[in-house]
């Protein structure tokens, strides 16, 4: 069983930065795929970048980088340019290459403020 642990969202202006992460523990991390989600109020959820690929969303492309660190356990989602469309509940998840997404973290809540 993974736990995934989702930490650095916040309330931002428009044009601001924000650095998320996501720690993992209870498996073998390098082992699986992580991805990146958000959900919007009133939306269905969004798939914004997979570590299966170096494919981003459209909405996201340009402005937002992930990146992992195996000995850290940990994911992370550098956001630059934020725009209040942004604005969302962030998820990470983590997965197996081909199969449905495994595990979920609760979330962390960003708000880009006009």
């Known amino acids: 069983q993974v736990q995934l642990v989702e930490s650095g969202g916040g309330l931002v202006q428009a044009g601001g930065s924000l650095r998320l992460s996501c720690a993992a523990s209870?498996?073998?991390?390098?082992?699986?795929?992580m991805g990146w989600f958000r959900q919007a109020p009133r939306k269905e959820r969004e798939f914004i970048w997979s570590?299966?690929?170096?494919n981003y969303a459209d909405s996201v492309k340009g402005r937002y980088t992930a990146s992992r660190d195996n000995a850290k356990n940990t994911v992370y989602l550098q956001m630059n340019s934020l725009k209040p469309d942004d604005t969302a509940v962030y998820y990470c998840?983590?997965?197996?290459?081909?199969?449905?997404?495994?595990?979920w973290g609760q979330g962390t809540q960003v708000t880009v403020s006009s």
């Open positions: 209870g498996g073998t991390f390098s082992t699986y795929v």
């Open positions: 570590g299966g690929s170096t």
């Open positions: 998840a983590a997965g197996r290459t081909g199969k449905p997404w495994e595990y």
